[in-house]
């Protein structure tokens, strides 16, 4: 933490008070985060579900809740932009999850393994702070924190990047 204190006042993007460390330059943080960012998960599996439309937003809300509500289970990247801030359609439903989530995911979404052809993918994080910052962007949708969001988006290539920065303008600016 004192590091990273440092580093923000060195580098002018916050500034020291009496009452705590004030954020100056939010942007150039998110853009020196970005340009930092690499992807990194430990595990990512392709599942298909049968599932579709308004009966798998039903099952994905039951198990975003079940998995207590986001603690262990998450949409992520273009799943999550989805309901933060609509831009590109992904068809592939993303999600990060623990080593708990994960079978709740496959159990409420009814998930089979496949190699190719998947219509969902769950990533475990490396970090497993992915899972502690989420956003409630509709009653029961749990997804990665805006931060996260666009952080992932940036890296997923495609429309990625300008879904990232609709994000941005939208909800983080």
Not at 23 to 33: G, K, S
Not at 55 to 65: D, H, R, S, T, V
Request: with cysteine; net charge negative; charged share 30%.
């Amino acid at each position: 933490v004192s590091n990273v204190r440092k580093a923000l006042l060195d580098r002018e993007w916050a500034e020291a008070r009496a009452d705590g460390l004030i954020l100056r330059r939010a942007d150039a943080v998110l853009d020196a985060w970005r340009n930092a960012h690499e992807k990194r998960g430990i595990e990512r599996k392709r599942f298909y579900t049968m599932l579709r439309g308004d009966a798998l937003e039903k099952q994905i809300k039951a198990a975003l809740n079940a998995a207590g509500q986001g603690e262990h289970a998450l949409l992520a990247s273009f799943s999550a932009a989805q309901w933060q801030a609509p831009f590109a359609r992904y068809p592939t439903q993303l999600f990060y999850a623990d080593e708990v989530g994960e079978p709740i995911l496959q159990q409420w979404l009814q998930l089979e393994p496949v190699t190719k052809g998947e219509t969902v993918i769950v990533e475990r994080p490396a970090d497993e702070g992915v899972l502690a910052d989420r956003d409630e962007a509709a009653p029961g949708i749990w997804c990665t924190g805006l931060a996260q969001t666009y952080l992932d988006l940036h890296a997923a290539g495609e429309r990625g990047a300008e879904a990232a920065e609709h994000l941005r303008q939208t909800r983080i600016a």
